[in-house]
């Protein structure tokens, strides 16, 4: 069998441009073009170059609407060698533990593979909940926030997990599932050739039904996702401030301001 890895990638609205709909508590994905996920960039750059390394093939999982099919192009052009779109009506409105769910049950559906490589998070969610849950519900060990591998064969993978306070050196037994940071890699960009290639490559649709022998369909979409979002609030922007310390003790007024701003502690 091919050294098989899986990429699940998303769509998401440009967040430069996006608007929030706060009424709603969700974002208002019709106000702004979707672009592929950029941590998922990462994702499907790390898969290719292992792939490059050890032989195999990479298939490429995206949860969504139709237009998703140009995330999943997107992916095909970058050196994914399967698309396969999960779009239903009742996918839609799953929050993180349906969403892995469902993403579970199309790989056991898939079969065998060797490895699994999610982006670290998406930038409409930011939770980076669905790649460990997806590692949870399909019973294999993951490591979360992958900023370099150095080693990787059929049967093991040891790589650095970025876990903000401390790096950790971790090998891990294949199969198993990674989340990566942007610290990974740089990813390349398609030429035309692949572009066009990818213009023309089938892209598999599974609905409910298709997985329906694999998953329970209670457990998809909105029925099946226990959280909801409760309320959307917009950090408040503080432009520059400005202080002007004068006289003999400016100085000690410039320490104390600083000290009290918490810039700086004694």
């Known amino acids: 069998m091919p050294f098989h890895i899986i990429v699940p990638v998303k769509q998401v609205p ?25 941590f998922d ?17 990479i298939t490429a999982i995206s949860m969504g609407p139709p237009q998703a099919e140009l995330t999943l192009r997107d992916a095909l052009s970058r050196g994914v060698d399967r698309a396969i ?4 009506k009742r996918f839609a409105g799953a929050d993180t533990l349906a ?18 490589v999610c982006g670290e998070k998406t930038v409409d969610g930011d939770t980076g909940q669905v790649g460990p849950e997806i590692a ?15 080693e990787v064969s059929r049967d093991k993978l040891k790589v650095i997990s970025d876990m903000g306070d401390a790096y950790y050196l971790v090998e891990v037994k294949l199969p198993a599932l990674i989340t990566v940071t942007k610290d990974i890699n740089t990813p390349r960009l398609p030429t035309l050739r692949d572009k066009l290639r990818a213009r023309k490559a089938k892209i598999e649709v599974w609905t409910v039904d ?4 694999i ?9 099946g996702s226990p959280t909801t979002v409760h309320k959307i609030t917009f950090p408040e ?6 202080k002007i310390f004068t006289g003999e003790d400016a100085v000690e007024k410039l320490i104390e301001s600083l000290l009290k701003e918490g810039v700086f502690k004694c």
Request: proline fraction near 4%; include cysteine.
């Open 99 to 116: 969403t892995s769910y469902a993403i579970a049950c199309a790989i056991r559906k898939l079969g065998e593979f060797n490895l699994i």
């Open 85 to 88: 779109l999960l779009t239903d």
């Open 215 to 223: 998953g329970d369909p209670d457990r998809f979409g909105y029925k």
């Open 237 to 242: 922007e503080r432009g520059r401030r400005g």
């Open 14 to 38: 440009d967040m430069e441009r996006v608007r929030f709909d706060v009424e709603k508590g969700r974002i208002d994905r019709s106000s702004a073009p979707g672009e592929t996920n950029p």
């Open 41 to 57: 960039l990462n994702a499907i750059e790390a898969a290719v170059r292992i792939k490059e390394k050890l032989g195999g093939v």
């Open 136 to 150: 949870e519900h399909l019973n294999i060990p993951h490591v979360a926030y992958v900023s370099e591998i150095r």
């Open 210 to 213: 298709d997985l329906a022998d």
